[in-house]
């Protein structure tokens, strides 16, 4: 395993970014960079994405999807962030980053914990878990995906079986389509992921309130094939246009 910290920089002028990691990653640097375009969405096709997608979202040309460079951390954060605030839901990854993390020497003093591994999540009590602020069923999700990573069960990058890999994910404790959806969108950089059921999709679509607002979001959604989380996107960031 190696452990080291990375920035990544905006060069606006040359329209590129800038990347610069630890000396101790340097034997993965291939890996690294790898991870880094796959969590800015480098390889990303604009023109065939808005080919599909301009009717519907005018304004949002050249929205990508935000990655992860740990499939395995934005899985446990989307647990942590379910029907909370996204400020509540970072507290509750810093008070698990603090107690379960691996120190590192980083040339950001806020930044002196590596996140937790599986095994050491995987191994938790719910006592521990509990003392953090985290809920029973939460508890339950995060320590299911942790032993399921630690025993290699599940898999979760960009070349990852995605039907195989939602269907496992929907057998553990407290995961439901959403988070599902969620993760294959931005972990397994899936461009066809929908959480039919979103809320804040449902009111960018206008179906909320309606009698079967996801089934309807679900059909909406069907123009959008096969790139509907880069409509996701554009609809959360407000740049859907609806019929008048």
């Known amino acids: 395993m190696h452990a080291g910290w990375l920035l990544a920089s905006f060069d606006e002028a040359r329209s590129r970014l800038v ?35 301009r009717t519907h979202f005018p304004e949002g040309d050249g929205l990508r999807v ?9 899985a446990v954060r ?18 698990m980053v603090d107690k379960f993390g691996e120190p590192i020497e980083t040339p950001w003093p806020q930044l002196t914990r590596l996140f937790p591994a599986p095994a050491v999540l995987a191994a938790a009590s719910g006592d521990a878990l509990g003392q953090l602020g985290i809920v029973k069923q939460r508890q339950a999700a995060i320590v299911g995906i942790a032993q399921a990573v630690a025993e290699k069960r599940l898999q979760l990058h960009s070349g ?12 553990l404790p407290g995961i439901g389509d959403w988070t599902a959806q969620y993760i294959a969108m931005r972990a397994l950089r899936w461009p066809d992921a929908f959480p039919a059921g979103d809320v804040a999709l449902h009111k960018a679509l206008g179906v909320q309130g309606r009698k079967n607002p996801a089934k309807e979001a679900e ?5 959008w094939k096969p790139w509907r989380s880069y409509a996701v996107i554009r609809a959360w960031s407000g740049t859907l246009e609806r019929p008048g």
């Open 19 to 53: 990347l610069n990691v630890s000396d101790s990653l340097r034997e993965v640097l291939p890996l690294v960079i790898r991870r880094v375009r796959a969590a800015f969405d480098l390889d990303a096709d604009p023109a065939a994405i808005n080919s599909v997608l």
């Open 219 to 223: 059909l909406a959604s069907r123009a």
């Open 78 to 95: 989307a647990v942590l962030g379910q029907q909370i605030t996204v400020a509540a839901a970072r507290t509750l990854a810093q008070r």
């Open 66 to 74: 935000p990655g992860a460079l740990d499939g395995y951390e934005l």
């Open 160 to 171: 990852a079986d995605v039907q195989a890999t939602l269907a496992l994910l929907k057998e």
